[in-house]
């Protein structure tokens, strides 16, 4: 079955990049049938959906509107991953942040065991 | 955005009685082309991710109990668990994705009473 581990910094300073990676076993991250997700969750926002990336014929990206002037989604196919980049963080980017595949761009399942992020100087 | 609102906030229920949880959508979320309607129901627990429970609103996901089921249409869902069990105690959410911009409901605290 499909699944998806993070990995990444705990603590990024503020102002600086927020960088995760998933990697993807039980699929392929140029699959032609699912996105590749970005998720975060904290007690102020809930469950917020970041963006996304997926390939039919080329590359697609989506990104939320609260989010998309400072982040960027990446696959890395020789290494069947994608990651997430987050600039100029701020305390309010604090969250457990999930990675997830969405099947036809529709609900997520599953997810990424999720990485805690702090972010405090 | 589609705004999606639960309720009630948390919910406490006996073991072994129904459990219901409401989802209401700012717009519908029912595509007319193929006449589904877009939204999903998620469990979580303790420091777990959610998991999928139920999507097009009403079809069980493999591996889920059938105590759980989903219905609803156009701006108004429900989640049923028929007769709870110790288990069962998490939050539940639910979740459209009729438009690209994903939105989730605040998430309903179930507990034993």
């Known amino acids: 079955q499909v699944q998806l581990q993070q990995s990444g910094p705990g603590l990024v300073k503020p102002s600086q990049t927020l960088s995760l990676t998933c990697v993807i076993s039980g699929d392929s991250v140029s699959s032609n049938s699912a996105a590749w997700n970005w998720i975060r969750q904290s007690p102020s926002r809930g469950l917020e959906w970041l963006g996304r990336?997926?390939?039919?014929?080329?590359?697609?990206?989506d990104y939320a509107e609260s989010v998309k002037s400072r982040i960027t989604i990446n696959a890395d196919t020789s290494k069947n991953q994608f990651s997430l980049q987050l600039n100029s963080v701020t305390p309010e980017d604090t969250a457990v942040y999930y990675c997830?595949?969405?099947?036809?761009?529709?609900?997520?399942?599953?997810w990424g065991q999720g990485s805690l992020v702090t972010v405090s100087s | 955005d589609i705004v999606m609102t639960q309720s009630p906030d948390s919910l406490a229920v006996s073991l072994g009685e129904r459990a219901t949880i409401n989802c209401k959508s700012s717009q519908t979320v029912l595509y007319s082309s193929n006449n589904k309607e877009y939204l999903a129901w998620y469990q979580q627990k303790p420091g777990q991710p959610p998991k999928l429970l139920i999507y097009?609103?009403?079809t069980r996901e493999s591996g889920v109990p059938d105590r759980f089921s989903g219905s609803g249409s156009g701006t108004d869902f429900t989640l049923t668990i028929s007769s709870l069990q110790a288990e069962d105690v998490a939050v539940y959410f639910c979740?459209?994705?009729?438009?690209?911009?994903?939105?989730f409901g605040q998430g309903t605290k179930l507990e034993i009473k």
């Open positions: 097009w609103a009403s």
């Open positions: 990336t997926y390939y039919r014929s080329r590359w697609y990206n």
């Open positions: 997830a595949r969405a099947p036809e761009l529709n609900w997520f399942d599953p």
């Open positions: 979740q459209q994705y009729y438009t690209t911009s994903y939105t």
